[in-house]
């Protein structure tokens, strides 16, 4: 490949005034892209992990949880509808059962009255009427005594005693303890149930039922039906065995009619003036029943005319349903059934268990469904970082996506590191760093539109590299370019510079596009600075390994080109053209006749050495002429201090004593500041 620049870089030369008139319409384009854009309305954005996992978990929550609160609902009012239901038929079957020995009584004391109302009895006739209440007593079994009272508080009575029907005659005159129901008799029409009676003779309390007997108006005396509260309590304890029912029945909260425990049980309330002639409730083998005005706590579940109590004694629960039933005298009694909990509670724990397994199931559902959407947006989430990362070029550190049981999520794990592999390679011929200003720069000013820009460009050449391809291998060949190119892009784009294109051995870059950067020819001469060290570290390996070195020219210009992307419909650069970059092409190929012996020569105009400063030390080379240009050019050549005498020697002249470089400057800096004001001597 020949050397000369005119054979590696054909670029336009546009004419100034067209070039100017192109600049004036890049320039207003781009500031009518530049142009504000109305604010847009910031959205908010909310990671896919927390949409997925608090979709899925609420979805399966509000599901599962809607239909479990349904069947709790729906099992619960049937439960506690039949447990009412139950509750209100035990209760209601022990007041039947109440009734029915109690009831009995009431019509004994209607047949006996009815007969003598009738004058088929005469209330005279002793004899007659002991015989007819003897007879109506032995046919019922739940009827302790009978017995008739005349106006004048005389009669027959016959009762049970130790299985046997004992009648006889009684006088109450001149009693003292007579019931004020007997003497009330006259006055009454209805028959009425007296408060509990302790009758001294039985040695126990009774329940009497009087009903007035009456023909044509005139008063005749009284049926007096008397039942034992011994019985009332051998017919619960009857009923507990047959049915397994702990029934009872209170006279009010302090006082038992009737308990299965009382049976066998005798009591003395001769002498008893608080109350009636009744057991206390903690006088029963009853503890349970004992506590449960004073620690039971009401159950609310259970409505309807039942009420229901909840007592806890010695460690065991217990349940108490009481109602009360009236028509047994002034005070409504309280009927009342026992439950262990145990015997009570298992509809109400089937439902508890049906609960808690419902819950069971619904907090796995959405454990399931939390596990599923955190590993759907894992998956989600480790596609969004990889796709960060091509974003930021960054396609080396891009680890393949892992295949999904899903099957959309498995083709785009497919898909992506496909993509990714032809970028990879992609990326090898396209300027990453180039794409990635672009990039910021068309999120930031709005487009890539032509424009005119102050650049400083950058010319690289391998000297004699054409005679050094003669003799090597075409891998080896490519293997030194790849190797020598990746030397010199590193430079160029650690001072943020852009790698233009390759063209044979040599390379072309620049600074100050698409970015703009005032340093541009600051960033160039760093970077010229950078390659040459790297030659001279890179050429000391070479020797090492038995390698020739190499020897690179390096060319720099600063001034206006046109930058934007040029081509054809078809193809397209990002490039830039214009006389600047003919100029930096011609310095490098100058440099190859002033370059001698010298591993690295950097030249540059006096433009870019007047706009970089002191950045790096400069040696003024003087005005020289450049090919297929008029008039001279200044050069200045960048020379480490550590290389000054080398470059002086091989540049004085034959047999002069004059030194080639300026005394240093009086700052005592490395470089010596240019005398130039950034344009060419002519």
């Not at 159950?299 to 109590?309: C, G, H, M, T």
């Not at 009927?335 to 609960?355: A, F, K, P």
């Not at 400057?665 to 002519?682: F, H, N, Q, R």
């Amino acid at each position: 490949m020949p050397d000369s620049p005119s054979a590696r870089v054909q670029l336009p030369l546009p004419a100034p005034a067209p070039a100017a008139k192109r600049a004036g319409q890049a320039g207003s384009k781009t500031r009518a892209t530049l142009a504000p854009e109305p604010a847009r309305r910031r959205r908010l954005r909310l990671p896919i992990a927390a949409v997925l996992v608090a979709g899925f978990g609420s979805l399966m929550l509000a599901a599962v949880a809607s239909v479990l609160i349904l069947g709790l609902v729906s099992a619960s009012t049937n439960t506690f509808a039949l447990l009412n239901d139950k509750a209100d038929l035990a209760l209601a079957g022990v007041e039947v059962r109440v009734r029915h020995q109690l009831d009995p009584a009431r019509e004994m004391a209607r047949f006996v009255a009815g007969l003598v109302e009738r004058g088929d009895l005469r209330a005279i006739d002793g004899t007659a009427m002991t015989d007819t209440l003897r007879g109506a007593l032995a046919g019922a079994p739940d009827v302790t005594g009978l017995a008739f009272i005349r106006p004048d508080l005389t009669g027959v009575r016959v009762a049970r005693l130790n299985g046997d029907l004992i009648a006889e005659p009684f006088d109450m005159q001149g009693g003292s303890d007579i019931p004020p129901e007997v003497l009330d008799g006259p006055n009454r029409s209805a028959a009425t149930w007296a408060d509990p009676r302790w009758l001294k003779e039985a040695q126990n309390s009774f329940l009497t039922l009087y009903q007035p007997v009456r023909r044509d108006g005139r008063y005749l005396g009284q049926v007096a039906v008397g039942v034992s509260l011994g019985d009332l309590s051998r017919f619960l304890s009857v009923l507990y065995v047959e049915q397994g029912l702990n029934a009872f029945v209170l006279y009010d909260q302090t006082h038992v009619l009737a308990h299965p425990a009382l049976v066998g049980r005798s009591f003395d309330f001769s002498g008893k003036l608080d109350g009636p002639p009744l057991p206390r409730i903690d006088q029963v083998d009853d503890p349970a029943l004992a506590a449960l005005w004073t620690s039971g706590v009401p159950v609310q579940s259970l409505k309807k005319r039942v009420e229901a109590r909840g007592v806890r004694v010695l460690g065991s629960d217990y349940m108490f349903l009481t109602r009360s039933m009236a028509g047994y005298g002034q005070q409504d009694w309280i009927i009342g059934i026992g439950y262990r909990d145990g015997e009570m509670g298992v509809e109400i724990r089937r439902l508890y268990i049906t609960g808690a397994v419902g819950l069971a199931i619904l907090l796995v559902s959405v454990g399931v469904a939390l596990l599923v959407g955190r590993r759907i947006s894992r998956q989600v989430a480790r596609l969004a970082e990889a796709a960060d990362r091509v974003r930021a070029f960054e396609f080396r550190t891009i680890a393949d996506l892992p295949d999904s049981r899903l099957r959309e999520m498995a083709r785009a794990a497919t898909a992506f590191n496909a993509m990714v592999a032809g970028l990879r390679w992609f990326e090898t011929y396209v300027p990453k760093a180039l794409v990635l200003r672009l990039m910021r720069q068309r999120e930031t000013e709005g487009g890539l539109d032509s424009v005119q820009r102050e650049v400083t460009v950058m010319f690289t050449d391998i000297r004699g590299f054409s005679r050094m391809a003669e003799h090597m291998a075409a891998a080896d060949t490519a293997a030194l370019l790849n190797e020598h190119f990746t030397l010199l892009a590193a430079c160029i784009e650690a001072e943020g510079g852009t790698v233009d294109k390759f063209i044979g051995d040599s390379l072309m870059a620049f600074w100050g596009a698409p970015e703009a950067q005032e340093d541009h020819a600051v960033r160039a001469l760093r970077a010229a600075l950078a390659i040459h060290h790297a030659i001279r570290a890179d050429n000391r390996r070479r020797v090492a390994a038995g390698r020739a070195p190499i020897h690179v020219r390096v060319g720099l210009h600063s001034g206006p080109v046109v930058v934007g992307n040029i081509g054809s419909d078809s193809r397209i650069n990002y490039t830039i053209v214009g006389d600047t970059v003919n100029v930096a092409a011609r310095i490098e190929e100058l440099s190859g006749g002033l370059q001698g012996d010298a591993e690295v020569i950097v030249l540059t105009s006096g433009v870019t050495a007047a706009k970089g400063k002191d950045a790096v030390p400069l040696v003024r080379q003087g005005g020289r002429s450049l090919r297929g240009r008029t008039g001279m050019t200044e050069l200045w050549r960048l020379v480490p201090e550590d290389e000054r005498k080398d470059v002086a020697k091989a540049a004085a002249p034959t047999g002069g004593t004059a030194p080639p470089f300026p005394a240093p400057s009086p700052g005592g800096g490395e470089g010596i500041k240019p005398v130039l004001a950034g344009k060419d001597t002519p």
